[in-house]
């Protein structure tokens, strides 16, 4: 399929989306910049800027305000209310499986538990092999599923400025070589990875925003 990349030349912000006016869908792979909306399209389509922005009375001044007005404008996530994100909490594996799958188009809905369909698409796709979907997602756990996600690249970022980079797991090192190497984890404020850390909602916001860029470069 030809992808294009276009930018659409409107005055944007992170509360406002690409949608396909055929179909009302929200264009996924849409990121605002200082020339308009940058949208990947697979064929010819209208295309509509629309103001999407949620509300969260927890999230002004926040240091991941604009991901996480990204990530819910996009409704890769929600708030955990109406009215607030609660951006410092974690995530499951379950619902970061279930953001990725929304992010891929799927139909998450459905199945004994809420994540069911997400989870069986995930395993479907070697994105997470099902286990402990109530655990709190680490960040090298998180990095693992974007980079399965798209194809297990080799990376090219170094691990070996991070003060603990000898902590990381061998499974998730390639992950996240390339997780780094596409700016989309950095070092925490003491220059650490720390891998194991749990992985917060403002975190996995900030890096699906980062994702999201580096894939419609």
């Known amino acids: 399929?030809?992808?294009?990349?276009?930018?659409?030349?409107?005055?944007?912000?992170?509360?406002?989306?690409?949608?396909?006016?055929?179909?009302?869908?929200?264009?996924?792979?849409?990121?605002?910049?200082?020339?308009?909306?940058?949208?990947?399209?697979?064929?010819?389509?209208?295309?509509?800027?629309?103001?999407?922005?949620?509300?969260?009375?927890?999230?002004?001044?926040?240091?991941?305000?604009?991901?996480?007005?990204?990530?819910?404008?996009?409704?890769?996530?929600?708030?955990?209310?109406?009215?607030?994100?609660?951006?410092?909490?974690?995530m499951t594996r379950a619902m970061l499986v279930t953001v990725l799958a929304r992010f891929d188009g799927q139909d998450t809905t459905g199945g004994n538990v809420w994540y069911e369909s997400a989870m069986a698409w995930a395993k479907e796709n070697g994105i997470s092999d099902g286990s402990n979907p109530d655990g709190s997602i680490t960040r090298e756990q998180l990095a693992t599923m974007l980079w399965r996600y798209v194809g297990s690249p080799s990376g090219d970022g170094s691990l070996s400025s991070f003060g603990d980079s000898a902590s990381v797991s061998a499974y998730a090192t390639e992950a996240l070589r390339w997780a780094v190497g596409e700016g989309l984890i950095s070092s925490t404020d003491a220059g650490l990875l720390a891998p194991q850390s749990s992985a917060t909602r403002a975190q996995v916001a900030t890096i699906l925003m980062r994702f999201v860029e580096s894939l419609t470069k």
């Open 1 to 90: 399929v030809d992808e294009t990349i276009v930018t659409v030349p409107v005055d944007v912000d992170y509360g406002m989306v690409a949608v396909d006016a055929d179909t009302g869908e929200i264009i996924s792979l849409s990121v605002p910049t200082e020339d308009g909306m940058l949208v990947q399209v697979d064929k010819t389509t209208d295309l509509l800027i629309v103001d999407n922005a949620k509300e969260f009375e927890d999230t002004d001044g926040h240091w991941a305000e604009d991901a996480i007005d990204y990530a819910s404008a996009h409704e890769l996530f929600a708030g955990t209310t109406e009215d607030t994100f609660a951006p410092d909490n974690t």
